[in-house]
């Protein structure tokens, strides 16, 4: 979550950041958008599921966006999320395929290549992500298998 504040409004317009920013997530994304809005004055719209964790709603919050509680699952608080950006004008940061996000998720790598060399993760996605900064930035030759 940390990680992709770093990236996730460089891109905005003064005319976007006035309007604010639109996303969706059960979790740590929604708090890295709210974050990363609210430390740069960016009004955020973080539609949820009504199954997300209570702590997770409160953290966003806690954060400084204002929290959209939709009935139903992700797809559902995407669909809401969509829609409030057109209605409102609103810039969508999409939770996992944003430029800006992947580039700030993907600077996980260098800190596992820095304090756990010998890591190993399960995850494809975040493990994809994690190769690809890391070879932005290392010679490293990345290998990939599935099974």
Known sequence: MWHMTVFLPPHLTDEQKKKGVISCSAGNHAQGVA????????????CIPSIAPLSKIE???????????????????????YELQKERDLTYVAPFDDEYVLSGQGTIGLEILEQL???????????????????????????????
Not at 60 to 69: C, F, K, N, P, S
Not at 72 to 80: E, H, L, N, P
Not at 126 to 145: A, Q, V
């Open 35 to 46: 974050l990363s809005a609210t430390r740069q004055g960016i009004k955020s719209y973080i």
């Open 117 to 147: 060399p010998d890591v190993r993760d399960g995850n494809k996605i975040l493990t994809w992500k994690i190769c690809l900064k890391t070879k932005t930035y290392l010679k490293t030759k990345i290998i990939g298998t599935s099974q």
């Open 59 to 81: 953290a966003t919050r806690g954060y400084g966006g204002e929290v959209i509680i939709v009935d139903g699952t992700f797809d559902d608080a995407q669909a809401k999320a």
